[in-house]
């Protein structure tokens, strides 16, 4: 493969410019018999075209130790190249080369744009007058660390809800990213590289240097290797919603033999994938993080053959004859014999005046992993007072002056487990604020302030605060379900005995048999996880209740 080495090492890149074709193949020529092996040569015939090329390295990750450019070219000399050639690799060594006529310039260029060295043409014999130079060049060059970062690059603004949006979607998705603010010079080094101002962001660089542009989640996913449409037409399961309840049934359907596939919106984990730590989940005595037991469920998944799709939203279910036919968001289709309903729950939004505009920009819906960097040392506010706000609370005081816990009821003990509780107290950084609600939020670009209200008094306060994060109520996920299968008046799926009083068949039901327990009203479809009505909300009963529907899944299937 061009640019690596036999053991599959990217080879860092000598480039050299001159608008003669003479001379470029004689400099090119030379630097291959001497540094050939060990360092890939790529030689342009202009400024303009040495830019490009510049730029496409950049992209992808490759470094760039010398750059040799002439200092006689038409459109951009060698000075002016070099200078734009800073801004996309400001490690690269540079070297000049010039006529005996032309030193003046050169010696100028020192200050211009901190010039390493210049060459008299002609450098006959290269092994006295070019040689020894790019040696000591290349061995400066190697004293500082330039390893490329074969990463996903992000450029963006800090208080930009899209920006905001993107990390999030590529650290649940566990996709290597690093961070990169436009304002600073690394990323104005990479937008040029994109040649982007800035004006639209975010900007995201994949590790095969392609450059998105405020990319969709499913642009991004397909950009970074995620699958995104399935690869066949049928399948015997469907599992829609990749949390623990979804990535249970996967793992159980696709080890058992059935032809599963597992449609996600966003990211495998659901709410769970977010936790900072888990601390009763069985067989895990010292915690879990959500990330860790989601990474695993997903390998484990993947390992026994089943497909996973990440940013397919799911918009309707039919049932043809046999069939149970999904309709996904881009206007595509899978069917399959079964179906499980397992798209969990999303936080509530909170309706207070001013959080439409900052969520994303200082208020977050859940995001408290990736967005705990920026804390440390900031005090932090958080809405909730079940386990999901108790576990970020935790873990953001770690690194933040102080955190806060709003609760609307009187105390913790009816909605948060024990040993939270007891965390909590034993930790100096955290304060719990009973019967207290966020009245409103203010702030410009990003949120600066919050308004509570006391609930006993109706006493407001202002607080000045940079972070809000909501962790309250559980809303499913099954709008796209309405007038297909029963769900109760607040959303949830019925299933199994609850379809019917006395044992009696549901409706409309279709069967000799009445519906099997976690069977909804529309028989081969099963629910499982939060989404289901009357479900205990824990991880580990989601997981059991995935489990559970593959059992059942199959029962129906031997009565097909």
């Not at 499980?340 to 439409?356: C, H, K």
């Not at 009963?541 to 199959?554: N, P, R």
Request: hydrophobic share 40%; charged share 25%; with cysteine.
């Amino acid at each position: 493969m061009p640019g690596t080495q036999p053991g599959g090492a990217t080879r860092t890149v000598i480039v050299t410019v001159d608008d003669d074709p003479a001379v470029s193949r004689a400099v090119a020529r030379d630097l291959r018999r001497r540094y050939g092996e060990s360092h890939r040569i790529v030689r342009a015939d202009s400024g303009r075209s040495a830019l490009e090329a510049l730029r496409d390295l950049r992209l992808r990750g490759d470094s760039v130790a010398v750059i040799l450019a002439d200092y006689r070219m038409p459109e951009m000399n060698g000075i002016e190249f070099l200078e734009q050639a800073m801004d996309v690799y400001p490690g690269a060594r540079r070297v000049l080369l010039t006529a005996y006529a032309d030193t003046g310039a050169a010696i100028d260029a020192i200050n211009v744009v901190d010039l390493d060295h210049y060459l008299l043409k002609p450098w006959d014999p290269p092994e006295e007058k070019l040689y020894p130079v790019v040696d000591d060049l290349l061995a400066a060059w190697r004293r500082e660390d330039h390893r490329p970062v074969k990463e996903t690059k992000v450029v963006g603004h800090r208080w930009s809800a899209r920006s905001s949006g993107v990390r999030e979607f590529l650290a649940r998705n566990q996709v290597p990213y690093r961070w990169y603010s436009w304002d600073e010079p690394e990323g104005q080094a990479l937008l040029a590289a994109a040649e982007e101002d800035g004006e639209r962001l975010p900007v995201v660089i994949t590790p095969d240097g392609k450059a998105l542009v405020e990319p969709s989640d499913q642009d991004l996913a397909s950009s970074v290797g995620l699958a995104t449409s399935p690869s066949s037409r049928f399948y015997d399961l469907i599992v829609i919603g990749g949390g623990p309840a979804g990535l249970g049934a996967a793992v159980y359907g696709a080890s058992e033999g059935l032809r599963t596939v597992l449609v996600e919106a966003t990211a495998t984990g659901g709410q769970a994938g977010q936790s900072s730590r888990i601390e009763n989940y069985l067989g895990f005595p010292d915690g879990v993080s959500g990330g860790q037991l989601t990474d695993r469920a997903h390998r484990q998944a993947a390992r026994f053959g089943a497909e996973i799709l990440t940013a397919c939203e799911v918009t309707g279910l039919e049932i043809n004859g046999s069939s149970r036919t999904v309709r996904l968001a881009d206007g595509s289709s899978v069917a399959a014999h079964t179906v499980i309903l397992a798209t969990g729950v999303s936080y509530r939004q909170l309706g207070a005046p001013g959080l439409d505009v900052l969520t994303g920009r200082g208020v977050y819906y859940g995001s408290a992993l990736t967005e705990a960097p920026a804390c440390r040392d900031q005090d932090v506010y958080i809405v909730g007072g079940a386990n999901s706000a108790g576990q970020a609370a935790m873990y953001l005081a770690r690194g933040a002056r102080s955190v806060t816990l709003l609760v609307r009821g009187e105390s913790l003990t009816a909605s948060m487990s024990h040993y939270l509780i007891q965390q909590i107290e034993n930790t100096p950084r955290i304060r719990v604020r009973t019967c207290t609600e966020v009245a409103g939020v203010h702030g410009t670009d990003h949120l600066e302030g919050i308004t509570l209200r006391d609930s006993r008094t109706g006493r407001t306060q202002d607080v000045d605060a940079q972070f809000l994060f909501v962790f309250i109520g559980a809303a499913p996920r099954t709008d796209w379900l309405d007038g297909v299968v029963l769900r109760d008046p607040r959303g949830f799926v019925v299933a199994g005995p609850d379809l019917a009083a006395a044992g009696e068949r549901p409706e409309g039901w279709p069967l000799d048999r009445p519906p099997y327990h976690l069977e909804t009203s529309v028989p081969g479809v099963f629910v499982a996880g939060d989404a289901r009505a009357e479900s205990a909300k824990r991880v580990a009963s989601a997981v059991g209740e995935g489990a559970m529907a593959v059992m059942l899944v199959h029962r129906y299937l031997e009565r097909l």
